[in-house]
């Protein structure tokens, strides 16, 4: 099967704050005990501007001596972080050049947070990629997962790559040299682009990983494997930063630099509850939009059929309130058909309208969950069509 087609969902993302506004519940809807869903727990959400660089377990920022004039390579840029890379400069060993950064304290200052074998982990942050950091015919690593220690090798690699003619960015497995997706490095160019990066941490039956990458609403990657070796000899962290090889025969390397801002780090619980953003979901006649501090919705084209589908997870069969979180600035009703796992769960379900299209309520409806994925799909049925929709929650 091909690796592009394979797909993983290990759960959604985080919520954020509580949802406020009206509270919408159908006569008879009753919230039920919580089920064992598998939820992203929030561990991890520097502050550039606050913690600078103590957010992270350990800098490295020219261990080579090369370029002493220029430090510091790795510093905090308001509200991202940035690595700037010249090209005298030189890494520990001869053949690279790196600055970078590894591991997630937290509280910043504090004990790093340790990744380890059977645990599911996820990073997201936004990622600023110049055109002066161009992707080279060995791999310019931007992101690694790997155990700690110099010398070690890593597990999961992101990086700029040339194939051929082609300048791209993929995510490789080094060890068994499975490519996971790959696409064209000109669409994230001199724009900001979300990573999404999910690990769970095994052995070759057990270990997955997931990578995302979007840019205003379109996903450009969404691959994953599955039944990998992610296994580490005790623990493993991450990475970030520009390591480049000297040996590149596309041309001089020129001076360039990397940002990345919103960076959070996850864990997946199981027994917290469940809340999945718009940004998981595949939109149908749909786009994301963005407002103020990272927060997105999604909006969709007028008329009958559109919408969006999550897919969830769950630890065991049970009974759950699926909440859904929306906003109506029209006039009237908005109604939507709700379905799980493809059975119907009501039909032409009336959302209000809420005052305005930044005026937010919930929808909550009982549901039945099976163990492991499951999928929400609503549907618009009417000709005014779907309300804008934030998130949905499983608790």
Known sequence: MNTLSRRLLLGGALGGAASTGLQLVAPGDTPVAAPAVSGWQLRWSPSPAFDGLRAFGTVEDDRAGSHPTARPHVTADGDAYRWTMHAVDRGPTTDRQCHGVTGMRSPAGGPQLEWRAGETWRTTYAVYVPSSLRATTGSTHLMQIGPPGDGTAPIVVQSLRRVGDRETVELALPRSGVVVGRTDLAALHDRWVDVDFRIRIGDGSTGTVRWILRSGGTTLVDAAEEGVDTSPADRVRPEWGICRPLGDTSGPLPDCHLLIRSMRGYQLVSGASGTYRAEEAVLRRGRLESGPAGTSWA???????????????????????????????????????VAVNGGRLVAARAFRPTGGWDSWATVSLPVTLRPGRNTVRVTAVGTAGAPRLDRIALA
Request: aromatic share 8%; hydrophobic share 40%; charged share 20%.
């Open 299 to 337: 909006v969709f084209d007028d008329g009958a059929g559109a919408g969006a589908e999550w897919t969830v997870e769950s630890g065991a069969p049970a009974a759950a309130t699926l909440t859904l979180r929306y906003a109506n600035g029209g006039p009237a009703d908005r109604p939507m058909d």
